[in-house]
């Protein structure tokens, strides 16, 4: 198992960013498939983007892909989520997630992922 913790998360106004984090333990960071991900209510958990932590390859979300970068820094076993030019359809609850091991193979498929965080909340106003 592996315990992952987002923070970062708040109320923005429209125009404006976020970086979450979602800080993972040390020695179960390196070479693993990491993602982020959104709910918000009424709607299905919508997969934003993913990366291999040791080597950073990444992929995204095609909704988001124009405004949120993943990224992380394997000195701080952390890895981010850049969320620029929010509007009020971002408002949901997010979470970062942790896959497989050893994985260089970035995906947004919710079945490769089995440890979830609590999940931090943004809310962007017009």
């Known amino acids: 198992q592996v315990h992952v913790e987002e923070s970062g998360g708040g109320s923005v106004q429209a125009g404006g960013s976020l970086r979450l984090s979602c800080l993972v333990p040390a020695h179960l960071y390196s070479n693993r498939l990491m993602g982020w991900f959104r709910q918000a209510p009424g709607k299905e958990r919508e997969g934003l983007a993913a990366i291999c932590t040791t080597r950073g390859r990444s992929v995204h979300g095609d909704s988001v892909k124009d405004r949120f970068t993943i990224s992380r820094d394997n000195t701080k076993s952390t890895v981010y989520l850049q969320m620029n030019s929010l509007n009020p359809e971002d408002t949901a609850m997010y979470f970062c997630?942790?896959?497989?091991?050893?994985?260089?193979?970035?995906?947004?498929?919710?079945?490769?992922?089995?440890?979830w965080g609590q999940g931090t909340q943004v809310t962007v106003s017009s």
């Open positions: 997630a942790a896959g497989p091991r050893y994985n260089c193979d970035p995906t947004l498929d919710e079945q490769m992922y089995g440890n």
